[in-house]
């Protein structure tokens, strides 16, 4: 018992000290509204998280009517999991319920720029706030 307390009690300070301001999640500011037309169904988009290029996939529900302004969501994919698995699986069936949904690659996985392979949190994070500031600029999502 002492023993599995030390080891979470080191856990806990490694996980306190080990956070740098460089790391820490930064949400990117984008005050413009992104005013291009999508088609019904998947669409290739890219946008930027701290200076990478991210590659995304943005599901438009079939029913989707010019002007509307619809619910969405983002589907984080698991740590090393490109957008075309789990999370456009997720996206494609959200999508089918009526909403905007955006499936992505994290840095350094499958299309998106980055170190390859980089499974580091603070950056999936990052990643994550990025395509949500990306989604709700978009003119056809509602941002409430």
């Known amino acids: 018992m002492v023993i599995l307390l030390s080891i979470l009690f080191g856990v ?35 946008y930027e998280s701290q200076g990478k290029r991210i590659i995304g996939n943005l599901y438009i529900p079939d029913d989707y009517k010019d002007g509307e302004k619809r619910p969405a969501i983002v589907v984080a994919p698991p740590a090393t999991s490109l957008k075309e698995h789990a999370a ?47 989604l709700i600029s978009l003119k056809q999502v509602d941002p409430d």
Do not use: C, M, W
């Not at 080990?18 to 988009?45: A, H, M, W, Y």
């Open 88 to 134: 456009g699986f997720y996206a494609e069936k959200f999508s089918k319920l009526g909403y905007i949904t955006l499936a992505f690659d994290t840095r350094g996985i499958g299309e998106s720029e980055g170190v390859e392979a980089d499974a580091n949190p603070y950056h999936h994070a990052n990643d994550v706030a990025s395509s949500d500031r990306f």
């Open 12 to 46: 806990l300070v490694l996980a306190i000290l080990g956070r740098t301001s460089i790391e820490k999640l930064k949400i990117p500011k984008n005050d413009n509204s992104i005013d291009q037309t999508f088609s019904q169904g998947v669409n290739r988009v890219e």
